[in-house]
């Protein structure tokens, strides 16, 4: 018969192994909404870029993405449900997240003259996540928020008195340069940290994927801007008109987008 020392012993490895399992699950969980914060950036950034093609092309995305082709009436409820999902996912991920930063300004130098004597570009990348994701953490779940309470709100002229009659477009701004640095960086790092897309020359797969992140980085910098921008001069010229909706001319003349 086993010994009370002996159970005491098997109970604590146990204990001990089912610890040790916790913080590759929480990389794991960190990844995987990480993945999906990325990919819904993307997606989401191409989506209200149609503004760029016409206020039409941006009503009918907007009409889309609240069903009305499909119901044959407009739900602002599925947007709210979409950003209410996505709003926990991007809590889960800060919070997992928020493990691996220093805690303490005495951590947090070491990591700086540690980095700044190796000068290793994977860890200053890890480094610029840390800062993106700490403003993210405050302008992006605020934003978050605001779809979900104002999701009937969404449209050319809406989304462009939001900017700028509501004076958001400073907050955007800032919050379009930390999403695409902090998303691409992501990415990059979860393709090195899994080993996705690696070839036979890791070395050289790594600074393939760093071009492709830089690429993907000045891509969507350079589109985000440009959107900002056109809903900016939007915004200006319908300032006297503040808060009238768009009706799209294929609803005016009868056409089609």
């Known amino acids: 018969m086993q010994s009370d020392v002996d159970l005491a012993k098997k109970v604590e490895l146990e204990s001990l192994v089912k ?6 699950q929480l990389d794991y969980l960190q990844s995987a909404t990480g993945l ?14 149609s503004i760029l093609v016409s206020k039409d092309a941006m009503y009918f995305i907007t009409k889309l993405m609240e069903g009305e082709p499909i119901f044959g009436e407009a739900h602002h409820e599925i947007v709210t449900v979409t950003a209410g999902f996505i709003l926990i996912v991007f809590m889960t991920h800060a919070l997992i997240a928020m493990r691996k930063f220093p805690g303490s300004y005495r951590q947090f130098r070491v990591f700086r ?7 290793h570009s994977d860890t200053n990348l890890w480094f610029v996540q840390v800062i993106t994701g700490f403003i993210m953490f405050f302008l992006g779940s605020a ?28 907050i955007y701004l800032i919050l379009l340069v ?17 080993g996705w ?29 440009a959107t900002l921008a056109a809903y900016i001069k939007l915004g200006y010229e319908h300032m006297d008109r503040a808060g009238e909706r768009y009706v799209p001319t294929y609803k005016t003349q009868g056409g089609g987008v």
């Open 197 to 225: 897309f690696e070839g036979k020359d890791s070395k050289a797969s790594r600074r393939n994927l760093k071009k492709i992140k830089w690429a993907i980085t000045v891509f969507f910098l350079g589109l985000g801007l």
């Open 143 to 170: 934003h978050i928020i605001i779809m979900m309470l104002n999701s009937n709100n969404i449209g050319p002229y809406a989304s462009a008195d939001r900017m700028v009659s509501g004076w958001m477009w400073p």
């Open 178 to 194: 930390a999403v695409e640095l902090h998303g691409s960086i992501g990415l990059y790092r979860l393709c090195v940290k899994w």
């Open 36 to 49: 999906i914060l990325g990919l819904f950036m993307w997606g989401h950034m191409i989506l209200v870029s």
């Open 113 to 119: 003259e540690h980095a700044v004597r190796f000068q």
């Open 19 to 24: 610890k040790s399992r916790i913080p590759a």
